[in-house]
């Protein structure tokens, strides 16, 4: 009796296994991409029209049309009059819904941003309780979902800013960084603003000895060290600690040169979220911009309407008016540091209410321009700096061959406007076609 339950248990295991290579084998049929233009910012380009083939997920070739020779079976993509690109990174994202009662699954919002164009994103932050699902989540079917970095909670102090860990030891903190490198953590993240920008009451900071056990920790383990940090004499301090990244552009004044010195140091990447600051600014003028452009019509109405009455700010962030006077300051000094050399990535805070999934990513790009980067830069920022980011140059964000097939097939082109990056016709993950 108990054999023969075995017996079926391993034949439906058998079954089971089946399915899935069948969809593994779907997932892996060659696709020729034909006669599109090509636009991978920073390598030297085909001009004319060009062939992409994907095969087992990778960017096998890339030549000018008519050169290369086709597998055999290959599904075919006429690309011609169309623009391919690799799929674009948001690289702060914490993968809720943006509506003011911040829900949504965190793996049904990751899902939907292949829609939108967004092959990468990273969560800087995800809360421990959901963490090792979200990973599982991904885990069991990668191409379902963009390729995903992900922090495991964040690290902050006792009645400051955000939910997290609160060490009030170097020591504390070291062994903290521990856990998150034994969890597979893609980093660790500092919360470091007393959100002046934002309150007239002030949050208190972390410790700076324990910043600085946090960052240097993380660097022993080989993490990178990432902070929220806006003010710039905060996070002067934490670049002096040797941080990785500002995950917050910087908003409370000009910045100077000392400022993009420890910048250069660091080689650190600067992410701006100027969705972030300007749906902070004010929801009302942000729901305009969200639904004029969201030209496939995608947006929930009622969500929009929410906005548009929504009162600016809350009881504890009480001082909307001081981020609305420097929201000049905040492009300003993006501009300065893409202008400086100082690699820019795209990122946006998705989740926090106003900043909606996908649309904010695209709508990031577009802001990048009107602080003054051409549309060359910002496509940069949303596709090779993202990889370099995280040392993975050459492995995703190019069309190079031997990188992963995440792409982008596009009707307009968007270095003539940058708006054209919603002009979507299909998105490629991993050498899947998921729209
Ligand atoms: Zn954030």
């Known amino acids: 009796m108990r054999v023969a339950m075995i017996r079926v248990l391993l034949l439906m295991t058998a079954a089971a296994v089946a399915v899935v290579a069948v969809n593994v084998a779907a997932a892996d049929e060659a696709i020729v991409i034909d006669g599109g233009t090509l636009i991978d910012v920073g390598r030297p380009e085909l001009t004319g029209p060009a062939t992409i083939i994907i095969e087992q997920g990778r960017i096998r070739a890339v030549g000018p049309a008519g050169e290369l020779e086709w597998p055999a079976g290959a599904r075919i993509i006429d690309a011609r009059g169309s623009y391919v690109m ?31 164009g967004i092959t990468t994103t990273f969560n800087p932050g995800v809360p421990v309780e959901e963490y090792a699902a979200l990973r599982s989540a991904i885990a069991a079917d990668p191409a379902a979902y963009p390729q995903t970095f992900l922090i495991r909670g964040v690290f902050t102090t006792k009645g400051g800013w955000g939910n997290g860990f609160t060490p009030e030891t170097p020591a504390e903190a070291r062994a903290i960084v521990l856990q998150l490198k034994a969890a597979g953590s893609d980093g660790v993240k500092l919360m470091y603003d007393d959100m002046r920008w934002a309150t ?5 900071v972390m410790d700076r000895a324990v910043a600085a056990a946090i960052i240097d920790e993380a660097h022993k383990q080989g993490m990178l060290a990432f902070a929220h940090a806006p003010i710039q004499e905060l996070a002067k301090q934490v670049l002096e600690d040797g941080i990785d990244c500002l995950l917050h552009g910087i908003i409370s004044e000009p910045i100077d040169a000392e400022f993009i010195e420890l910048m250069k140091r660091n080689n650190a990447c600067y992410i701006s979220t100027l969705t972030m600051f300007q749906t902070n600014a004010g ?34 962030l009480d001082n909307t008016d001081w981020t609305v006077e420097r929201l000049p300051v905040l492009r300003l000094n993006l501009f300065t540091a ?35 980067l051409t549309p060359e830069d910002v496509l940069k920022a949303a596709t090779s700096n993202p990889a370099l980011m995280f040392g993975r140059a050459g492995q995703f964000g190019t069309l190079a061959p031997g990188a992963q097939a995440d792409l982008l097939i596009l009707n307009a082109d968007p270095r003539r406007n940058i708006e054209n990056i919603r002009r979507i016709r299909h998105v490629i993950r991993a050498g899947r076609v998921v729209r």
């Open 283 to 316: 929801y009302a003028e942000w729901a305009d911009r969200l639904k004029a452009f969201d030209f496939e019509k995608r947006l929930d109405s009622n969500a929009l309407a929410i906005f548009h009455k929504a009162p600016n700010g809350t009881a504890r």
């Open 86 to 116: 690799p799929g674009i990174a948001d690289m702060h994202n914490h993968l809720r819904d943006g509506l003011f009662r911040q829900g949504g699954d965190q793996a049904g919002v990751l899902r939907n941003l292949l829609s939108w």
């Open 200 to 204: 007239t009451r002030p949050f208190p």
């Open 338 to 372: 893409n202008s400086a050399g100082i690699p820019v990535v795209i990122g946006t805070d998705t989740g926090i209410p106003g900043v909606l999934p996908g649309i904010a990513a695209q709508l990031e790009m577009v802001m990048h321009v009107e602080a003054g």
